[in-house]
């Protein structure tokens, strides 16, 4: 088991600064480029938002704004990433 699967997502998400979203704007409309970029401002100054990222990223999440990425922002991180490891292994 890697150490993303093994992560303890529950617990960061008490930190989450769009606890109280009630626009949704984290889960924009396509091209909604306002929204998204309301949404990526609050990600900015969330505390947790490393944990977030990770946790979008182990978990595919196709839709939304998580830890101030998009979902094509996020698919770019995780072959970078896996290129990366692929590369030190
Ligand atoms: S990083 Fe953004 S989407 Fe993730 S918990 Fe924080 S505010 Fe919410």
Request: aromatic content about 8%; hydrophobic content about 30%; proline content about 3%.
């Amino acid at each position: 088991m890697n150490e993303l699967a093994d992560y303890q997502y529950e617990e960061w998400r008490e930190g989450a600064a769009c606890a109280e979203d009630t626009e949704g704007i984290f889960f924009p409309d396509d091209g909604d480029v306002g929204a998204i970029r309301r949404a990526k401002s609050i990600c900015d100054d969330c505390p947790v938002a490393q944990d977030c990222l990770l946790y979008a990223i182990e978990t595919n999440q196709s839709v939304g704004i998580w830890g101030g990425t998009t979902p094509r922002e996020r698919r770019k991180l995780k072959r970078q990433w896996t290129e990366e490891i692929r590369r030190a292994s």
